[in-house]
């Protein structure tokens, strides 16, 4: 699930009465989403997490990296496997898909919180795009005979047909969605489980040896948290991270 960035001088600016700020207020949602970002821009005030994630040459390279080290273990994993017996799992906001349209509305408009009614509507456009290396990396997944489970906190039902349509639109392989059933299930161990230890019967998948999680936030691998990131020897092993620095479950972590 996307949790809009906090922007301290976007809260400051929210009662003023600038013509920008005015319209950003006033404007209906869902709006154009073309021009969200290029309203932001020429507003001036977008975070420079935002600028770095939707334009810089580093957030192209690192995802390539990352997407290729991805490649390489898949590879490997694959010697000696039967097709059809194992899996990647990857996340899929900012890890296979890029928000960061919606990320730029939010920033727009002030919105200091999430709304689930708003990120439904954005989930609903399918307008999310693919990130770089994402798409070559499923379908080497797929090509090697491994299974691509997608295991994201967007919501089932609400979010499943818009999600699997979004993703296939742009080119993503994969082999089953599994989303969060609600408040009460964002600790994806349970999904983990599922796919390792029971299968998916909806999408006729037996239980998969998992060779690889990739995600862009700790709690995207078993058992990681803020306070527990594990053993680093881990990432570039078992577990791809790739760079989010727009929102995350680090945001309350205190400054010291
Ligand atoms: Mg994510």
Redesign the pocket.
């Known amino acids: 699930m996307?949790r809009p960035f906090l922007l301290a001088a976007a809260a400051l600016l929210a009662g003023c009465s600038t013509l920008g700020v005015e319209r950003a207020t006033e404007s209906p949602y869902p709006p154009d989403f073309k021009t969200s970002c290029s309203r932001l821009d020429a507003r001036g005030d977008a975070s420079r997490a935002l600028r770095w994630y939707r334009v810089s040459a580093e957030q192209k390279v690192a995802y390539r990296q990352a997407y290729q080290r991805a490649t390489q273990l898949v590879e490997q994993a694959a010697q000696g496997r039967t097709p059809g017996t194992w899996a990647v799992i990857a996340?899929?906001?900012?890890?296979l898909i890029d928000n960061s349209v919606f990320e730029c509305e939010s920033q727009f408009r002030h919105w200091t919180t999430f709304d689930d009614a708003r990120w439904t509507q954005w989930v609903e456009a399918r307008l999310a795009t693919a990130l770089p290396g994402a798409v070559s990396f499923s379908e080497v997944v797929r090509k090697l005979g491994g299974k691509l489970i997608v295991v994201?906190?967007r919501e089932a039902p609400k979010h499943l047909q818009a999600t699997r349509e979004n993703l296939a639109a742009i080119g993503i392989q994969f082999d089953a969605v599994l989303l969060s059933t609600g408040a009460k299930d964002r600790d994806k161990t349970r999904r983990f489980e599922q796919v390792q230890k029971r299968g998916i019967p909806d999408a006729k998948l037996p239980p998969l040896a998992v060779v690889l999680f990739v995600?862009?936030?700790i709690k995207?691998f078993p058992d990681l948290t803020q306070a527990n990131s594990g053993d680093p020897g881990r990432f570039g092993r078992d577990y791809v991270l790739l760079p989010?620095p727009t929102y995350?479950s680090w945001e309350r972590t205190r400054l010291r």
């Open positions: 996307l996340d899929a906001d900012e890890t994201s906190n995600g862009d936030n995207d989010n995350g």
